[in-house]
């Protein structure tokens, strides 16, 4: 089986302006979680879709913004960035098996870097 | 508010010592414990996920271990190789939907 894609795997953004990123999850996974890692803060949780509704959702402002398609497939998206956006943005997904979401496994993409100028 | 916590930050040893790497958690309320390694620059590669009922699980060289009560749990890596040399990260969810918490990650280097 393929692994979860990211694509872009790279970008440099100017501050101001918004950006698309979308993540592909293994076949069959239905729950999908994204991730933001920078040096300073660590790996911190975003937001998980799963059946293309939002689950649960971090501790981040408005401008960060999700969506799941019915192929699971997620996309996120950044507005207005800031140069404090620049991190390294990991997708995650997981089977979610019914019932079972809190004993899965999730497998992590290699990320988009995000760069902001 | 749960902290999860890595100690040391950082970790060399000579190829073929064994490495034994902590994670401790302050809410031991959680569902599960996951080990990742990351290499620079990359995505994180899953190790091993432990269920809150279990005490420990195994693969290959790797071994990890949970103490709820106690708010640990250890990762074991037996006659330790260069290419172990990477960042481990261990994570805890809390949530039955997704949130998975870090810790910082220990960085391990294994000199040849």
């Known amino acids: 089986k393929a692994g979860v894609t990211q694509t872009p795997r790279y970008l440099i953004k100017t501050r101001g302006q918004q950006v698309t990123l979308s993540c592909s999850p293994i076949s069959g996974h239905r729950s999908v979680s994204w991730y933001q890692q920078t040096p300073g803060q660590g790996l911190q949780f975003l937001f998980e879709y799963f059946s293309e509704t939002q689950r649960n959702k971090g501790n981040f402002p408005g401008r960060f913004s999700g969506r799941q398609f019915s192929n699971s497939r997620s996309e996120m998206n950044v507005s207005t960035l800031e140069l404090g956006d620049s991190a390294l943005y990991l997708c995650?997904?997981?089977?979610?098996?019914?019932?079972?979401?809190?004993?899965?496994?999730?497998?992590f993409g290699p990320g988009t870097r995000l760069t902001v100028l | 508010k749960q902290e999860v916590t890595q100690i040391p930050a950082a970790l060399s040893v000579p190829e073929g010592e064994n490495l034994v790497l902590n994670c401790s958690f302050t809410?031991?309320?959680?569902?599960?414990l996951q080990w990742f390694r990351q290499d620079p620059g990359k995505g994180l590669t899953s190790l091993l996920l432990i269920q809150s009922s279990q005490r420990e699980q195994t693969s290959g060289r790797l071994n990890a271990s949970l103490d709820k009560s106690s708010g640990r749990s250890t990762l074991y890596i037996a006659a330790s190789q260069p290419g172990d040399s990477a960042t481990y990260l261990c994570?805890?969810?809390?949530?039955?939907?997704?949130?998975?918490?870090f810790g910082a990650g220990t960085q391990v280097v294994v000199t040849p």
């Open positions: 994570a805890v969810r809390t949530d039955s939907w997704g949130k998975l918490q």
């Open positions: 995650a997904s997981s089977p979610g098996l019914a019932g079972a979401l809190s004993t899965d496994t999730q497998y």
């Open positions: 809410d031991s309320a959680i569902y599960n």
